[in-house]
């Protein structure tokens, strides 16, 4: 059972653990899927990495999300990818290839991936940006509405590879960068903030201890402090799925 609460637009639904809120997000694909399908003739979702969405990924995988989800008319799309090749241990679509996408019927052709083992990351992230401008047929200046976007947030309040005071945070003209991060000392490959904020529901997803006093500050605390706080839909849901551990400090009068 989860507790709701809302913050301006903002819906926040509290689970017992991380278990459940991936069982719950896995609901929400299933709905949003068939309802985009319904209206549209497809569903458009951005994933994200992580071990809370590759929870979700394993739910989908499964029965009975595996055959009510309307797999050929989806197409996955990420928010970020580091800078390896798609067989490498951190990749973010190996993870969902391995969890999720090999095995569902899910046609090749609807797997849009971040093809970010070029050698130059601002030729990968330009090469994308002209997949999502193809793919939406955007005209010049145009930004594409995904029907979903799944995003977490780390330690330290990034969200996709939106890190604390990197460039990319500033971006409002391109729809994707191949942004620097110094504390890790590489490029990671990431849609910017104009393109979550379009989207038609954003749902983050977060669990574990670790992530509390950010998730406090992120969602109680001053505004423009964190990453995370800087995707604000223009027109869309704006969603919360939290375990109790990571939801531990909410509520938390004051702020550090």
């Not at 301006?8 to 709905?31: N, S, W």
């Not at 903030?193 to 500050?217: E, H, N, R």
């Not at 402090?225 to 109790?244: C, F, M, N, T």
Request: glycine fraction near 8%; charge should be negative.
């Amino acid at each position: 059972m989860a507790d709701v609460g809302r913050t301006g637009a903002t819906e926040i639904r509290i689970f017992d653990d991380a278990a459940e809120l991936a069982r719950v997000a896995a609901e929400a694909f299933l709905r949003k899927a068939v309802s985009a399908i319904d209206v549209n003739g497809r569903f458009t979702v951005a994933l994200s990495g992580g071990s809370t969405p590759k929870r979700l990924f394993e739910i989908l995988a499964t029965e009975p999300f595996s055959s009510r989800v309307p797999w050929q008319h989806v197409h996955v799309f990420w928010g970020d990818e580091r800078s390896v090749p798609p067989d490498h241990p951190d990749s973010n679509y190996g993870a969902a290839d391995e969890s999720l996408l090999s095995r569902v019927d899910l046609p090749a052709a609807n797997v849009h991936r971040i093809k970010a083992e070029v050698s130059d990351p601002a030729e990968a992230a330009a090469g994308y940006e002209a997949e999502l401008r193809s793919f939406f047929e955007l005209a010049e200046g145009q930004i594409p509405r995904f029907d979903l976007a799944f995003l977490g947030v780390g330690p330290d309040g990034h969200t996709a590879s939106l890190f604390p005071g990197t460039e990319a945070l500033g971006e409002r003209r391109r729809l994707v960068v191949a942004n620097w991060v110094e504390i890790l000392g590489a490029y990671r490959i990431t849609l910017t903030c104009p393109v979550f904020d379009k989207a038609a529901c954003i749902v983050f997803m977060v669990a574990g201890a670790d992530k509390a006093d950010t998730l406090q500050q992120v969602l109680e605390g001053p505004p423009d402090r964190y990453p995370a706080q800087s995707v604000r839909p223009e027109h869309g849901e704006l969603i919360w799925y939290v375990d109790k551990a990571a939801a531990a400090a909410l509520g938390r009068t004051g702020s550090d």
